[in-house]
């Protein structure tokens, strides 16, 4: 039986003569806590020096952090880190700066849940808000042109460093490394002109793609110029547990853990006419913006017309004020792509980067969310279809799309590279 999660459970999805794709990191068993697979990977850190040796004669120390909307098991990261950092220099100073990108804030409740109630009362926390210009401070210019604006915590600091997670990433290839810097800590400024309309419109800015895609190329020039020194990345299964884990300079760690990860995460797509996924259940399915990367894998194994279908939970809506008026006031999703495209990178809006691969997707598919009955309206006035179980909406793709019809099934779209040349 396949099971699609959704929320924090999961829905049952057993159709005969279905395709399933599905990550193959629940191969890798990792036999041990994930704090010890982090401390063994810092013991053996690629291309740098042990974190006790940088720390030492450093006064401050940023630790870049991942926020609300990413499942980065920092419980099994922070407590090495800190560990290693205060052997080396017993005296530094700590700041957790939570790389809070283009989303909201992470409020206190968030940050006890994800970091433990050690770590939350202990430890000095600043939650990254890339709209305070005050917070924020110029250091150069990226390839593209766009300024590299970041957190003052990241910049007037002795020592920048970062958690976090490696999984396919819709447009910037992967997720982790560089991107704790980009767009984690960086003014709006810099954000909307990295992810501005040419580089989302790129044939490189796909999942899996590193090499030649421009979203990648600025990411990895922020980081340098932001002199981030050291990263901890690991690798998840599905259910949310270290498996992996990969420690030391940002690119050479990075890089390894990108290579690993495609090894069980890639794989052939099955083109069909009605197409299931999910975005990995909470906290990544918990709005429509978050979502729209589920359903980049759909689109990747989906037949000219496809009915897609996402079952996700949406605890906190639609994810993004500017994001939402886009679907919702526009004169269709063509209109709204050929208008986003006409802006310039320093003319970029605010969420318009998952405007845009939501129009490009609605343009060639019919989208149908399996959600809570509260979401229907906020659905279908992002052009979006509603269903209320998985059954109806499957009943509805069969009757567009015929009762013969292909079906491919993605358990997890976020946790998977849909590679149509396998």
């Not at 709005?287 to 759909?298: D, E, F, P, R, S």
Request: aromatic fraction near 4%.
């Amino acid at each position: 039986m396949t099971t699609i999660p959704w929320g924090r459970g999961s829905i049952p999805c057993d159709i005969p003569g279905a395709a399933v794709l599905r990550s193959r990191v629940d191969q890798l068993k990792a036999g041990e806590p994930g704090q010890v697979l982090v401390t063994r990977a810092m013991e053996a850190p690629m291309g740098s020096a042990p974190l006790e040796q940088l720390a030492q004669g450093k006064e401050r120390c940023t630790i870049i952090i991942s926020d609300h909307t990413r499942p980065v098991p920092s419980r099994d990261i922070l407590p090495p880190m800190l560990a290693a950092l205060r052997r080396g220099n017993p005296r530094i100073q700590v700041t957790l700066l939570v790389a809070t990108g283009f989303h909201r804030g992470t409020t206190d409740q968030e940050l006890r849940e994800k970091l433990g109630e050690a770590v939350f009362s202990q430890e000095k926390i600043l939650v990254h808000d890339c709209r305070d210009a005050r917070a924020n401070v110029a250091i150069g210019t990226l390839p593209s042109g766009a300024p590299l604006v970041l957190n003052r915590a990241a910049v007037e600091t002795d020592l920048l460093i970062a958690e976090g997670f490696i999984e396919p990433h819709f447009f910037a290839g992967f997720s982790g490394g560089r991107k704790s810097v980009l767009p984690g800590v960086c003014d709006q400024a810099t954000v909307l002109g990295n992810h501005c309309s040419a580089f989302i419109h790129s044939g490189y800015a796909r999942t899996g793609i590193l090499e030649g895609n421009p979203i990648h190329r600025d990411m990895v020039a922020a980081a340098r110029m932001a002199r981030l020194a050291y990263v901890v990345n690991v690798i998840i299964d599905e259910d949310k547990r270290t498996v992996a884990a990969f420690a030391g300079d940002p690119e050479q760690a990075h890089e390894a853990g990108c290579a690993f990860l495609r090894r069980y995460c890639a794989v052939p797509a099955a083109p069909a006419d009605i197409v299931i996924t999910s975005n990995g259940g909470e906290p990544l399915d918990q709005n429509i913006y978050q979502c729209v990367k589920g359903l980049t894998a759909a689109e990747a194994s989906a037949k000219e017309g496809a009915v897609l279908i996402l079952c996700a939970g949406l605890s906190d809506g639609h994810g993004g004020e500017g994001f939402y008026r886009s679907l919702k006031d526009c004169e269709s999703p063509r209109a709204l792509y050929d208008a986003i495209m006409k802006n310039p990178w320093d003319q970029t809006i605010p969420d318009q980067w998952e405007s845009q691969i939501l129009a490009r997707i609605l343009i060639k598919h019919r989208v149908i969310f399996v959600s809570p009955p509260e979401r229907e309206t906020l659905l279908r006035e992002m052009k979006l279809d509603w269903a209320p179980d998985l059954e109806t909406a499957l009943a509805l793709a069969r009757r567009e799309k015929g009762a013969e019809a292909s079906v491919t099934i993605i358990p997890n779209g976020v946790s998977v590279i849909v590679d149509a040349k396998q």
